[in-house]
C-alpha cells in the first residue's frame, strides 16, 4: 500500500507540474505585454515633445524674421523697400482672390520672395528650418489707385521638421505731408505695420 501511495503522489507532482509551467508562463506573458505598453507609452510622450518643440521652433523662427521684415520696410532707404518701390513702379498688379484669370490673379500679383536660412552645424535645415516669404498688395479702393489706398501684405512661412507657423502682417504706407504744399499726403517709401494675423 505505502508504495501505492507514492506512485500516486508522483503522479499528481508530475501532472502539477505542466500547470505550474502554464501559469508561470501566462505570468511572463503579461510582465511583458506590461512592459511593452509602457515601452510604447513612453515613446508617444517622447514624439509629441519633439512635435511641440518643432512647433515653438517654427513659431520663433516666423516671428523673429516678420519682425525683422518689420524693421526692414519701417525704413525708406532698406533694400525691401526699395525693392517693393520698384515693383510698383514696373506695374505690379494688385492682388485679387475672386479674379482667377485676369490681371489680378494669384499667379501675377503674388510674389515669393527668396529667403535663406543659416544655421552653424550639419544639420541646417532640420535645425533652423526653411522660410517661406509672400508678398502681395492690395487696393482698398479698385477705382483709386493712390498711394493711400495700398496695403502690403506679406506671409511669412516657417516649417522645421515638418510643423509649419504661418504669420501674415499687413502693411500702410507711412505718409507725411507733401514738401511742395497744398495739404496732401505723399508716401515716403516706407511701410508701416496695420495689422498681424498668427
Known sequence: MNSRIKKRGSACLKGS???TMIVVLCLMSLFLVLALSLILAASQSVNKA????????SRILAISFSKQ????????????????KDQLE???PYYDSEDVTGSHNKVRAVKTLPVTVESSGGNAV???????????WQTKDELEDSDEEREL????????????????????PTLE?????????????????????Q
Open 153 to 172: 501684405v506679406i506671409v511669412i512661412t516657417a516649417e522645421t521638421a515638418g510643423e509649419k507657423y504661418s504669420i501674415t502682417t499687413r502693411y500702410d
Open 50 to 57: 519633439g512635435q511641440r518643440y518643432y512647433q515653438e521652433q
Open 177 to 197: 505731408d507733401d514738401e511742395a504744399g497744398g495739404g496732401f499726403k505723399v508716401w515716403n517709401g516706407s511701410w508701416n505695420r496695420a495689422g498681424r494675423e
Open 90 to 92: 514696373k506695374g505690379w
Open 69 to 84: 521684415v518689420e524693421r526692414e520696410l519701417g525704413n525708406a532707404d532698406s533694400t525691401a523697400c526699395i525693392y517693393v
Open 126 to 136: 532640420k535645425e533652423a528650418g526653411t522660410l517661406t516669404a509672400v508678398m502681395y
Open 17 to 19: 507540474e505542466g500547470y
